[in-house]
């Protein structure tokens, strides 16, 4: 359950990026891959494109040309069959010969005839403000006009086709939809109603080279162009020419060069006409698949219990089939989005890795609590044997020796003698009283016989006669433990007192013993120099805490408590706890 959650989790935040656009650049140049992948094809709708190129400016002169010149090329192409013509060419102003713009506006009259339109737009935004036409009466004779700015937002490389853009009160088609609308007899005025893909701004599909047939305004001046390449067509008539304006867009599809205004208006007619734009999910559409991959592929990466191998497998396989995927849907003309799904499944793989990683510490963890507690039986038990050892063995031969020897020096002998057997005996008694003395320090008989309580005024007035502390015990409302806990109990207030002789340099030393209902709390607070105190979530780090790095294991191998109150100056208090009844631990 915590695995799907997170993984539904991590596909939101993907989802989120990929809406907001945070994700584009990187989206679109998987885009680019694509394309290079992608073979090009032939288009489909009909559209020749007449280009000015470097032959035609050779033939008829640098630009601007004759609007003469002009006038011959559409009554050439309406004497061929040409059902519309867009003429991509700006006539914003009169000729310095009125009869250029009287010519040219004769020939329209022979075809259909759709002509440019420049939107400006405002300083701040996109949103055009007025629109330059061309002449009124040039305005007035085309079937159409159409925006040669296929899109109101500003692009790098040319991507996206916006049908309509709004100016004012009106709506201003563009010029690859005004000449297709043409073609179709459909009015461009009513974009609600005209076409099906004037709603949103919609991706290009570069899959043709210049989405139709491609011939100079040269053959056609020259009568060189076959009736078949222009009857019934649309043809589009534009620059093509290095150098000249309108001629250097780059575009998505990164085996192309830089092309030029007319050959995008193709572009974009051969998407409409032929149904080839590219198609790409919609937020919906991309939550949903990013939903089914959170809980498939996701949900498996995000656990941390698989293992490595697995893991990686399934990541690998996974980017390995999505890509294949979109790679295949490409070829239909359909953009899968690769960069949020990319992000999805390999957050998940790392989360799935610091939750191996997780649990891996957590078992150390576990294992060094329990391996903790057995030390500390162990040691108990150890304490246990030596002392009966030293009670049986050492103790009993050295409490035999001292008799015989106080035997000897009661039948009397040679002084020397005699002076030998009395060093001897206060040697022996010696031995007997240190031998007493680390009995009492491995096991305290007053702990053994009275328990905790009993132990600790004893272990006070010992441990204050050696080192000098003045120390003080209380007890409160107490009944005993288990013989195991208050034996760690009663070590860890030996540690303690270590610690405020050497360390804490105190004078006061306070030991208090406390049950309640539900735990048993057991505290040591010193007068002494005081510390900055680390953290005690995890065991503490370096020498300088080694002491409380073993109090801290210690406590909990009896899944107790240990919480240190200190500062510069201002005396140590240590608190622990241990729970009446053992909890897990969450080491």
Request: hydrophobic share 50%; proline share 6%; net charge positive.
């Amino acid at each position: 359950m915590r695995a799907t959650l997170l993984a539904l989790g991590l596909s939101t935040l993907w989802t989120c990026l990929a809406s907001l656009g945070a994700l584009e650049p990187l989206e679109r140049l998987t885009v680019q891959a694509r394309y290079a992948l992608r073979p090009a094809r032939a288009a489909r709708a009909p559209v020749t494109v007449v280009a000015i190129d470097e032959r035609a400016l050779a033939h008829h002169g640098r630009m601007p040309w004759d609007r003469r010149t002009f006038a011959r090329l559409l009554d050439r192409l309406a004497a061929q069959g040409a059902r519309v013509v867009g003429l991509d060419v700006a006539f914003a102003e009169a000729a310095g010969d009125p009869a250029e713009d009287r010519a040219l506006l004769t020939a329209m009259h022979g075809v259909p005839t759709v002509l440019p339109m420049f939107l400006a737009y405002a300083d701040t935004g996109r949103q055009a403000t007025r629109a330059v036409e061309p002449l009124a009466p040039l305005a007035a004779a085309a079937v159409a006009l159409g925006s040669v700015q296929l899109s109101s937002r500003p692009q790098a490389e040319v991507w996206e086709l916006e049908p309509y853009q709004r100016v004012d009160a009106r709506w201003v088609p563009a010029f690859p939809v005004a000449v297709a609308g043409a073609y179709r007899g459909q009015a461009w005025s009513a974009p609600a109603t005209a076409f099906p893909w004037r709603a949103q701004p919609t991706y290009l599909n570069f899959d043709s080279p210049v989405g139709g047939l491609a011939i100079s305004a040269a053959d056609v001046l020259a009568g060189r162009v076959p009736r078949s390449a222009v009857a019934d067509r649309m043809v589009l008539i534009g620059a093509t020419a290095t150098g000249l304006p309108d001629t250097n867009f780059a575009v998505a599809d990164p085996r192309r060069g830089p092309v030029s205004g007319v050959e995008l208006a193709a572009v974009a007619i051969d998407n409409m006409l032929g149904d080839r734009f590219l198609r790409r999910l919609d937020l919906p559409a991309l939550a949903g698949v990013m939903g089914l991959l959170a809980l498939g592929p996701g949900r498996w990466l995000t656990r941390g219990a698989d293992g490595p191998a697995r893991r990686t497998a399934w990541l690998v396989g996974a980017l390995a089939a999505w890509g294949l995927l979109a790679a295949l849907a490409f070829q239909a003309s359909v953009w899968l989005e690769a960069i949020p799904v990319v992000g999805l499944l390999a957050s998940c793989f790392l989360v799935g890795v610091a939750a191996e990683r997780t649990d891996l510490l957590r078992s150390r963890n576990a294992l060094l609590v329990r391996y903790g507690s057995d030390l500390a039986g162990e040691a108990q038990r150890q304490r246990e044997r030596i002392e009966g050892e030293l009670h049986d063995g050492l103790q009993q031969h050295l409490v035999v020796i001292g008799r015989e020897v106080r035997a000897l020096l009661k039948l009397g002998g040679p002084p020397v003698a005699e002076a030998r057997l009395r060093v001897l005996a206060a040697q022996t008694e010696e031995a007997q009283a240190e031998v007493k003395r680390l009995r009492g320090d491995l096991l305290p008989p007053a702990l053994r016989h009275g328990g905790l309580a009993e132990a600790l005024p004893v272990l006070a007035l010992e441990h204050g006669r050696r080192s000098g502390l003045d120390i003080q015990v209380a007890v409160g409302t107490w009944e005993p433990l288990a013989e195991a806990r208050e034996v760690e109990l009663y070590w860890l207030v030996v540690e303690a007192l270590n610690n405020a002789e050497k360390h804490a340099r105190a004078r006061v030393v306070g030991i208090g013993l406390d049950r309640t209902a539900r735990e048993a709390v057991l505290t040591v607070a010193d007068d002494g120099v005081g510390f900055s105190p680390p953290a005690l979530s995890r065991p503490p780090q370096g020498l300088a805490h080694s002491g409380l790095h073993r109090m801290w294991l210690r406590m909990r191998s009896h899944h107790g408590d240990l919480t240190v109150a200190s500062a510069p100056g201002a005396g140590t208090r240590l608190r622990f706890t241990l729970p009446l009844e053992p909890r897990r631990t969450d080491a």
